[in-house]
């Protein structure tokens, strides 16, 4: 397990509900933001799975608004199978090597296996490390994304109830439009101040607010558009600053 020197690290870690939830989007554009009000902050998404080009996409995006040089050694792997111990380690030194505000996007839902324990003779054995485990390490308060869709609801609280079984403290949860649309069913059942009523009664969580889909941004052309704006116009940052010790 990696050893953290008490202090020598502060940070915050996105976790997602799912794949492809806006993760991404939510901490580019936050630690863009933060970046224009001066504060020494970097986002990096140390563990990638799937194919490198892909992978090279969404890092250059991040780099691109966060000014996070993008050629720190990252960990790529088809799938959780193939990360080992060294792997892990190696993420984890990503993520706390720098002293300063780092921001932490970790792959796919917060209770999916990152590596996977081995037997004897090399096979998978039945335990396996999460994504809320590697969060749990860094010792950063948690962000907890969710597609902003009609499932949001459910699909928050369940991840919730997850993350904190670990330990972790959830600054809020965020929900990211990551299609034209998508909020369509949610948003005719509940207004922003029901959904933030729902998530605190059941796991004491604020509902931080949303980040609306936009035609100009794309994490896989690389183009920022006005990810910024919207994440200021759609999110609520004081939880965020208080859970953090930033000033926002």
Request: aromatic share 6%.
């Amino acid at each position: 397990m990696h050893t953290r020197v008490p202090g020598a690290h502060s940070g915050l870690t996105v976790l997602g509900t799912e794949r492809g939830c806006g993760k991404t989007v939510l901490m580019t554009g936050l630690v863009g933001l933060m970046r224009q009000q001066h504060l020494a902050v970097r986002a990096v998404k140390p563990i990638a799975f799937g194919p490198r080009d892909r992978c090279n996409s969404e890092n250059n995006f991040i780099s691109s608004v966060t000014a996070t040089p993008a050629n720190f050694p990252h960990v790529f792997a088809a799938s959780a199978r193939h990360l080992n111990p060294g792997n892990w380690s190696q993420a984890l030194s990503v993520s706390l090597h720098e002293s300063g505000f780092t921001a932490v996007e970790l792959p796919e839902s917060c209770a999916s296996p990152l590596m996977f324990e081995r037997t004897e003779v090399g096979t998978i054995a039945h335990k396996w490390r999460d994504c809320s485990d590697f969060a749990l390490e860094l010792g950063f308060a948690v962000v907890l994304v969710a597609r902003h869709n009609e499932f949001a609801l459910e699909k928050i609280i369940m991840a919730v109830e997850h993350i904190q079984r670990k330990g972790l403290t959830v600054a809020g949860a965020i929900t990211c439009e990551t299609k034209m649309g998508e909020g369509r069913d949610l948003e005719a059942t509940y207004q922003r101040n029901d959904l933030d009523r729902l998530i605190r009664s059941a796991v004491g969580v604020p509902y931080l607010g949303c980040v609306k889909f936009s035609p100009s941004i794309s994490v896989v052309r690389v183009n920022q558009g006005n990810l910024i704006r919207l994440v200021n116009e759609g999110v609520t940052l004081a939880p965020i600053s208080q859970a953090t010790g930033l000033t926002l």
